[in-house]
């Protein structure tokens, strides 16, 4: 089986409902935009850029059925502004789904000022650069993979290393391969890699569900840890698995490169840092942000208690795991308060390289990182 979180052909999109995972392997259809916004927001698809595909090609579903295309080409483009502007408001953080709405606006607009385009050009014009964005994910993550494994490498040339990640960066959160996931599948690749921890990634468990799920499905070596055991692992100094880099992806990356990314990443890059321990993120360009020039300007996005409190998963009688058979149960104490952040800002200082499609970014002489070269990813 190939691993797909979002399956489209025009003009059909289904998304892998990774709410069922890693139990049930099931396609949702999403048939237009209010589809989407609603598989964002209750997190049936996730991931940077998988929700910016998503958003974005649900989109171009609708535009089909709806037949837009009999209408004024400014009409049809004002349409769809409206409906990426509408996009957007699924999730906050992530940048690269206003990113991507950003883009798309402006090939609608110029679109629909071309002499002799009707309404039928400005949706293909849309339709085309929707689909393009899952085939440009697939080549970005791959060559992030590269890079990334090449970096890593170095640090113990000639030795299988142990890299530790958080959350899920991989098939399930891009178009294909992943980016941080995407370079432990390279350092696998190249025989490289001892051994991949994850962590269970509280509280939504995108570690213990969505990657353990891909790693077990790869067959790379692999173990799961609770994200209060980062700190105990890296501290360990047997030779067999030891750990050279934490990698993590990103949700938006500051113009001085702070980064927002799962709630936990920062503790992780704190305790790197103790450990003498590399700390990397991998993200395409179009992650990093110039616009926001430092953690000040992220927006955390909050999620419902009920995360905290409630654990929801089939039944398991001790023998049998009855994959049908949901069941909630209470977690915490009932009247107790919650904050849940659902990510966290790592400042740059902690940050050892980003890893982009283009390559590995280190802090230059003074210290900071030059991100500016992702300048033309954005046009
Ligand atoms: O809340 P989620 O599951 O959408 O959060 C996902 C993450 O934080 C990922 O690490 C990040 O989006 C990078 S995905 C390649």
Redesign the pocket.
């Known amino acids: 089986m190939v691993l797909e979180a979002i399956r489209y052909k025009p003009y059909s999109l289904q998304i892998l409902n990774q709410l069922k995972l890693p139990h049930q392997i099931e396609y949702d259809d999403i048939t237009g935009s209010e589809d989407g916004w609603n598989a964002i927001r209750d997190?049936r698809t996730?991931?940077?850029?998988?929700?910016a595909i998503v958003a974005a090609l649900s989109l171009a579903v609708e535009l089909h059925v709806g037949k837009s295309s009999d209408n004024a080409p400014e009409d049809v483009s004002a349409y769809i502004v409206e409906k990426l502007d509408y996009l957007v408001t699924s999730?906050p953080t992530?940048v690269n789904l206003a990113d991507a709405a950003r883009k798309l606006k402006k090939i609608v607009e110029s679109a629909a000022k071309v002499d002799g385009n009707d309404g039928t050009a400005v949706v293909k014009a849309y339709c085309d650069a929707a689909a393009q964005m899952l085939i440009s994910d697939v080549s970005d993550n791959k060559a992030i993979g590269k890079y990334g494994a090449e970096w890593i490498e170095k640090l113990a040339p000639g030795e299988q290393v142990g890299v530790l990640t958080?959350?899920?960066?991989?098939s399930l959160?891009?178009a294909g391969y992943?980016?941080?996931l995407g370079v432990i599948r390279s350092l696998h690749a190249n025989g490289s890699l001892k051994r991949a921890f994850c962590t269970e990634t509280r509280p939504?468990n995108?570690g213990s569900r969505l990657t353990a799920f891909e790693l077990v499905h790869d067959k790379i070596p692999a173990t799961l840890i609770t994200d209060s055991m980062a700190s105990a692992l890296l501290q360990l100094k047997g030779p067999s698995d030891r750990i050279v880099a934490i990698v993590?992806?990103?949700?938006r990356v500051a113009a001085n490169g702070d980064t927002a990314?799962?709630i936990g990443?920062y503790q992780l890059a704190i305790t790197a840092k103790h450990h003498g321990v590399k700390f990397l993120v991998a993200?395409p360009r179009t992650t990093i942000d110039l616009q926001t020039k430092t953690d000040a300007d992220i927006i955390i996005e909050e999620r419902p208690s009920t995360e905290m409190k409630r654990m929801k998963g089939p039944r398991f009688d001790g023998e049998v795991l009855e994959v049908n058979q949901v069941e909630v149960v209470s977690i915490a104490a009932e009247g107790i308060d919650v904050w849940n952040p659902?990510?966290d800002v790592t400042p740059a200082e902690l940050i050892d390289g980003i890893i982009t499609e283009l390559g590995v970014v280190e802090k230059g002489e003074k210290g900071a990182f030059d991100l500016t070269f992702a300048m033309e990813a954005h046009n």
């Open positions: 997190m996730r991931g940077a850029p998988a929700i999730r992530a958080h959350c899920n960066t991989g959160a891009t992943g980016t941080a939504y995108q993590v992806g990103a949700d990314n799962k990443t993200a659902a990510f």
